[in-house]
């Protein structure tokens, strides 16, 4: 796998693995390696988005790119900052524009669809947006997967319209398997399945979704499948499935760190939780993860929420706050348009209502909600709000409607929500409906009607354990094949990479064995060079630079009298003697080849160690130095780091000399992993040839006498001995700029 263009949207387990194999190439330019750094993150960013924001930090300049907004944009929203997450997705959409790239700016659209789902926003807008741009950009793979997802979006508002303009489309997509794909489609048969009633088909499309997000590392989708899968199995009355389900989605979500997706998955299994009777701690849950969702009141997940709430505190006989939430729930679903939501919480409303003894209020909005239902064609609601009204009725003891056959209004109401259910396909009333309608006839001295409701609620038990099993079969069926492609696919791929690894095993070895020998002679050249060096220079200039250093020194006491000017010029004599007696003590220190002393050190007090080595020099050379560096902590060798930095100083103080403006400034950027240091000057620049050669031991640009071109080449390596590294490039100021890199402490 090569670094793309438009890399895959849900990139394999495989082209993972060949990215970071790519990425350990020890002779891979950094521009390549800053792109692959790139891709890295984008395949990572669901997977494991700690890691794809280190990637993304070893991306350098790469990160800025479009795909690296667009890595930041779907982070920002997997971590809940939707005005930030907006923003990268902003970026990357003008950056594409601009190298007239739409396939860029549909991946940047769906970024918005995303963040749109959860905070409010024109959501249809921007996946029509995708689409648009993905046709233009002729990626039929995204096409196909951005039509799915319409699909998914357009099966919530109207099941039956969408099955008659989608059946083509979903067909593509099941002879094209592709595994990212794979899980929008189920999706969406796992909709039209719950719509004509084949809850076993349900379930199994959602099972194969869950195995499809999870292979593909869309680990947000996996989370939301597993919440849907929680509760189809609450349908069918499989309350330890659901439950299982539930506790899956949790532990996906826990090491996410992702605010919202964990409300969302603590307001989901709290509905599971509610309806396996167990509204208390229901409640609770969906109170710890209500202050995300509330803040974006008019969304459908916030009134998704509310309404659970309402059931529970129903459930709870909480009734006057169950009423609370029920109207905050009707508020967000009018708000976002929601027919079903719309339905949903009228039915919880009436019950609250009625509890608190105000009928007419209940029956008006059990009347709203059987309107909106029949006019949206939300078919599955009208069992559930005539089967409320029944309640009503019972609690209330209403009559049956005039002109019914019945002997009141409870038995005319379960009448009519069996009716209606027999009038969706698939729906099984619950036995408990059969219940009540047994016990209504009883106090109605019907007992035949009596007895006859209790044989059906026995015959609803028994399908209801019929349906139960047959979805446990056709599940475990899915599984076993899932398990075992995946078991075959993990041995194919466990034999190619254990061939894939004797190589690179045997290529790491001769490189590991070219470079040791390398290193070697390096050295060896070092030493040769120095040796013969150091021999005549330490001994021809330790014994006069220390008598000079002792003659300076030991006239303090006699120069306490002398005018101010001479006394300067004295102190400047001792500090240029100490430079050298330092200088001298560096070229011993490259001969040798000793180890990096690290320790915890604040970095003003090595920059202020550094200062004291090069102010002297910035200040004869009239040098003007500009300052501006957090407090931080480092891990280093703290006397290699400010003499590096003295260095560099001094350098630029030679690159400065005779111009005009002589400007010195150090400043920093910081992210969560590491430092980068920059040293820039008004100096004469550095042209690429002299950038090639930079570090190389003994090569410089200074005059012949002024320099040995030890300097760069000592602090390179004491930076990479310390974990980090020197660079080299263009200043803002005019001429170079130098920039250290060091991990944070």
């Known amino acids: ?43 990572l960013r669901q997977r494991d988005t700690p890691e794809a924001l280190r990637a993304l930090a070893l991306a350098g300049a790469a990160a800025g790119s479009p795909r690296g907004l667009l890595v930041q944009a779907e982070v920002a929203w997997l971590l809940h900052r ?47 947006a995708a689409l648009a741009h993905y046709r233009r950009g002729g990626d039929a793979a995204r096409l196909r997967m951005a039509e799915t997802w319409v699909a998914c979006v357009d099966v919530l508002a109207d099941a039956d319209t969408l099955g008659e303009r989608w059946p083509a489309l979903l067909q593509q997509a099941r002879e094209r398997a592709d595994p990212g794909i794979d899980v929008y489609v189920q999706a969406v048969e796992a909709a039209f399945a ?71 998955c603590l307001m989901q299994t709290a509905a599971v939780l509610v309806s396996a009777g167990r509204p208390e701690q229901g409640k609770a849950w969906l109170l710890e993860g209500l202050p995300v969702l509330a803040r974006h009141p008019l969304t459908r997940d916030h009134a998704i929420a509310c309404q659970v709430l309402g059931e529970a505190c129903l459930a709870l006989h909480q009734d006057q706050e169950a009423l609370d939430w029920c109207e905050q729930s009707l ?59 029944a309640l009503v009725a019972e609690v209330h003891g209403l009559p049956a409607p005039p002109g019914s056959p019945h002997a009141s209004g409870a038995i005319h109401f379960l009448h009519e929500a069996l009716a209606a259910g027999a009038q969706v396909a698939g729906f099984q009333p619950p036995p408990a409906w059969h219940d009540e309608l047994s016990a209504a006839c009883e106090r109605a001295g019907d007992m035949a009607g009596a007895l006859q409701a209790e044989r059906v609620a026995a015959r609803a038990r028994e399908l209801q354990h019929g349906r139960r099993a047959e979805v446990i079969a056709q599940t475990l069926l899915v599984r076993h094949e899932t398990e075992r492609a995946q078991a075959e696919a993990a041995q194919a791929r466990a034999e190619a990479e254990a061939q894939a690894l004797r190589v690179r095993l045997l290529q790491t070895q001769a490189t590991l064995e070219r470079e040791r020998t390398r290193s070697m002679l390096v050295h060896a050249g070092k030493l ?45 004599m001792q500090g240029e003697a100490r430079r050298l007696q330092r200088f001298i003590t560096r070229l ?34 009239r040098v003007d130095v500009e300052e501006d560096v957090p407090p931080l902590t480092l891990r280093v060798d703290g006397s290699r780091l400010a003499l590096a930095v003295a260095n560099l100083a001094i350098n630029a103080a030679d690159a400065m000399r005779g111009r005009p403006l002589r400007r010195l400034r150090l400043s920093a950027e910081v992210d969560a992993q590491q430092l980068a240091l920059h040293v820039d000057d008004s100096g004469t620049g550095l042209s690429s040839e002299v950038r090639q050669r930079l570090f190389e031991p003994f090569f410089t640009t200074k005059p012949e006498g002024q320099g040995l071109g030890l300097g760069l080449a000592i602090s390179a390596e004491s930076l990479a001995a310390m974990g980090g590294h020197l660079s080299a490039g263009d200043s803002a100021l005019g001429g170079a700029r130098f920039t250290i890199v060091l991990p944070l402490a």
Not at 3 to 30: G, K, T, V, Y
Not at 213 to 226: D, F, H, M, W
Request: proline share 5%.
């Open 1 to 43: 796998m090569t670094a793309r263009a438009h890399p895959e949207l849900f990139p394999s387990e495989a082209d993972i693995a060949a990215l970071r194999d790519q990425m350990a190439a020890p002779s891979l330019p950094p521009s390549q390696h800053q792109r692959l750094a790139v891709e890295l993150a984008w395949a």
């Open 82 to 128: 939707g005005d930030e997450a907006l923003q990268f997705a902003d970026r990357a959409d003008a950056a594409c524009a601009v190298a007239a790239d739409p396939v860029g700016q549909g991946d940047a659209a769906l970024v918005r669809v995303s963040i749109f789902d959860e905070t409010g926003g024109d959501r249809d807008a921007a996946l029509q």
């Open 194 to 264: 719950w719509n004509r009633g084949d809850l076993v088909a349900c379930i199994v499309a959602y099972q194969r979704a869950f195995d499809a997000a999870i292979a593909t590392g869309q680990l947000r989708s996996a989370i939301t499948v597993a919440e849907n899968l929680g509760n189809a199995c609450c349908s069918i009355n499989d309350l330890e499935a659901a439950l299982q389900w539930a506790t899956r989605a949790r532990e996906l979500v826990q090491p996410t760190g992702w605010p919202y997706a964990t409300a969302w």
């Open 331 to 389: 508020a967000g679903a009018r708000a976002v348009d929601g027919p079903d939501l719309v339905c949903g919480t009228q039915r919880f409303r009436a019950q609250a209502l009625a509890r608190l003894g105000r009928l007419d209020e209940a029956v008006q909005a059990l009347d709203e909600g059987r309107r909106v239902a029949k006019a949206n064609r939300q078919w599955r609601h009208l069992p559930q709000l005539e089967h409320a009204m």
């Open 528 to 572: 040769v060079a120095i040796g013969r060096l150091v021999t005549g220079a330490v001994h021809e200039m330790g014994h006069p630079v220390g008598t000079l250093t002792l003659l300076s020194e030991s006239l303090d006491d006699a120069a306490q009298g002398w005018p101010e000017a001479q006394r300067e010029a004295l102190r400047t």
């Open 588 to 621: 011993r220190d490259f001969a040798r080849d000793e180890p990096v002393q690290l320790h915890r050190r604040e970095l003003g007090e090595v920059l202020a160690e550094a200062r004291g080595l090069y102010a002297p020099r910035l200040a004869m050379e």
